[in-house]
């Protein structure tokens, strides 16, 4: 455990702050991907059987040596760990996406990161970024799998060698770190080349000659899309920590936690909890989606789907695999989750022809939010009956939600969602007022 968490830790390190520590970064991943390269050559050659105090050591010894020559050669340092980091995530998409051979596997993983190694040479700053972050993603999935599975690190190792479930859960951490990791560190280093600007033009420059900071200036402004991103960032944090988080390992964890709940006999509040959470992050999530349907761009709407559509391929997979492992029809309810997914984009275009269409839609208060949000519960409630509906003439399955139950957990998403919108509105409203307030001020001043 206690190794699992150093690894969450460190990987969380690397992942946002790469750039901030370049030559620690390197060390340390230099120190990691020798003590995993190293010890999966001694797993395949002596097997898990003949790991003994020497195997250790001899980890070691490659661990700190790649240490040693990651902080001596930086682009030796990135090529290696892109290559590495790739191939690692390559193969996993591999083996989530089809049974292949090893032999087979390996080669077309090795190519790709063959050449993803090359072009991280050729731009070697913003590989750096990407590398730490998606290394960083990676070994930080590694340890929060080891903690949320209570395994050894090494154990998760050769699960995910062995292409065991816990390849989709480290998969999707990795992709969501990493590209978490690369907008921080991204910004990092604008920053600085920003400010190194001004500082060679103040230096020779006198300040009458307000003109010639314009490329100072113009490298400072942030494009639109990543200003958006940066004032609105916790409207994409429902759609992570719900759609990803909490429908892949919120039952898993509350089983870990409170095994009790899942004691259905007898049947008391307690055992509902479980649905009631769910219930009530998913009206936080429905607001967050309304709220940027009604005052986000269209591209910040697209990315707050990403969730989705990652989970989305994520089920398709497991279809596919299904389909083709076993046949008949187990994979219709990964099928209703990948069209669960897409529910949202569903939503977004019945709510834009609702605004076009009625007034009450359109406007820009509490309760025409409200009245957008119940639009798209209902639209989900309705394709989930549908997809019910046609599992039930497939499949004799008697798991399904009562009309009772069902109906009141509708009423608390509705509740959730009306209390986080309205905390929302309310906050863009008095930072709005803020803003004039202080416009107004400075035009009063001068």
């Known amino acids: 455990m206690g190794l699992n968490l150093l ?11 790469g750039i901030y520590i370049r030559k620690v970064c390197s060390a340390i991943l230099g120190l990691i991907w020798g003590a995993l390269c190293s010890f999966a050559v001694i797993l395949m050659t002596v097997g898990l059987w003949g790991i003994d105090d020497e195997t250790f050591i001899i980890v070691a010894v490659c661990a700190i040596a790649c240490a040693l020559i990651s902080v001596i050669y930086d682009k030796l340092c990135a090529a290696i760990n892109a290559f ?3 191939f690692f995530l390559v193969a996993i998409l591999l083996l989530m996406a089809d049974s292949m051979e090893s032999a087979t596997l390996i080669i077309i993983a090795a190519v790709i990161a063959l050449i993803v190694s090359i072009i991280s040479v050729k731009i070697y700053n913003y590989s750096f970024i990407i590398m730490t972050a998606f290394s ?3 070994i930080a999935s590694i340890g929060g799998c080891g903690i949320i599975y209570n395994a050894d690190a090494s154990r998760v190792f050769l699960n995910l060698m062995l292409g065991d479930d816990v390849a989709g859960f480290i998969l999707i951490g990795t992709l969501v770190l990493g590209v978490l990791g690369c907008i921080v560190q991204w910004r990092r280093l604008k920053g600085k ?8 033009h ?3 420059v006198s300040e009458n000659t307000a003109g010639a900071f314009a490329p100072a200036e113009k490298a400072s402004i942030q494009n639109p899309f990543v200003r958006e991103i940066k004032e609105n960032w916790g409207l994409l944090l429902a759609p992570i920590v719900v759609t990803l988080f909490w429908n892949l390992w919120g039952s898993r964890l509350l089983w870990t936690l409170f095994p009790s709940m899942y004691n259905y006999l007898p049947q ?3 055992h509902y909890m479980p649905s009631i959470i769910t219930a009530i992050l998913s009206g936080w999530e429905m607001a967050t989606f309304i709220v940027a349907i009604k005052t986000r761009s269209k591209n910040f709407c697209i990315l707050w789907m990403l969730p989705n559509m990652i989970i989305a391929l994520v089920y398709l997979v497991k279809m596919f695999r299904l389909l083709t492992t076993y046949g008949g029809l187990a994979w219709i309810f990964d099928l209703a989750y990948v069209i669960a997914c897409f529910v949202p984009f569903l939503s977004w275009w019945i709510i834009r022809k609702l605004e ?4 009450a839609f359109s406007r820009n208060d509490i309760k025409a939010y409200v009245l957008c949000g119940i639009c798209a519960f209902l639209v989900l409630r309705i394709v989930g009956s549908i997809t019910s509906f046609i599992e039930r003439q497939l499949i004799a399955y008697d798991g399904y939600t009562s009309i009772g139950e069902s109906l009141l957990l509708l009423i608390l998403n509705i509740i959730s969602m009306t209390v ?3 905390v929302i509105y309310r906050h863009n409203v008095y930072a709005k007022d803020h803003c004039t307030s202080v416009l107004n001020n400075n035009k009063e001043g001068e």
């Open 7 to 17: 690894l969450l830790v460190v990987g969380l390190v690397i992942c946002f702050g």
């Open 84 to 86: 590495l980091s790739s």
């Open 136 to 138: 960083g993603a990676f």
């Open 193 to 200: 080349t920003a400010n190194g600007a001004n500082t060679g």
């Open 420 to 422: 986080v919108i309205r």
């Open 268 to 270: 008391t509040l307690w």
């Open 356 to 359: 076009k269409a009625f007034a």
């Open 202 to 204: 103040k230096t020779t």
